[in-house]
């Protein structure tokens, strides 16, 4: 079992940045493979970001590339989104999510946390 919490969102004014963390329970940590996704009002859950534990590879949805960074530290248990440059389109509650068996970047997560909201005022 693995539990999830997400800290860090807040109501930002575009161009801002904000750094969400995921903090994680369980000994076992470093050998999950972890995302980030998030949901707008009326949409439907979208992949932001993962970051594979074997590898050490990310991925970025097209429309966070280059503003959002995916990491990890295995020590603390921890894993983070810096994201940058915001806009108002990224605004949405932001969920981290963890699987020990790995079947895509938008494959099954097994354990999720509650969310934390992002707001980006324009």
């Known amino acids: 079992q693995v539990q999830l919490v997400e800290s860090g969102g807040g109501l930002v004014q575009a161009g801002g940045s904000l750094r ?12 999950y493979n972890m995302g980030w996704f998030r949901q707008a009002p009326g949409q439907e859950r979208e992949f932001v970001a993962g970051i594979r534990w074997s590898t050490g590879s990310t991925e970025y949805a097209d429309s966070v590339k280059g503003r959002f960074t995916i990491s990890r530290d295995n020590a ?47």
């Open 20 to 31: 969400l963390s995921c903090a994680a329970s369980g000994r076992t940590f470093s050998r």
């Open 76 to 122: 603390k248990n921890t894993l983070y989104l810096q994201m940058n440059s915001l806009k108002a389109e990224d605004t949405a509650v932001y969920y981290c999510a963890a699987t020990a068996i790995w079947s895509g970047w938008t494959g099954k997560y097994d354990y999720w946390g509650q969310g934390t909201q992002v707001t980006v005022s324009s």
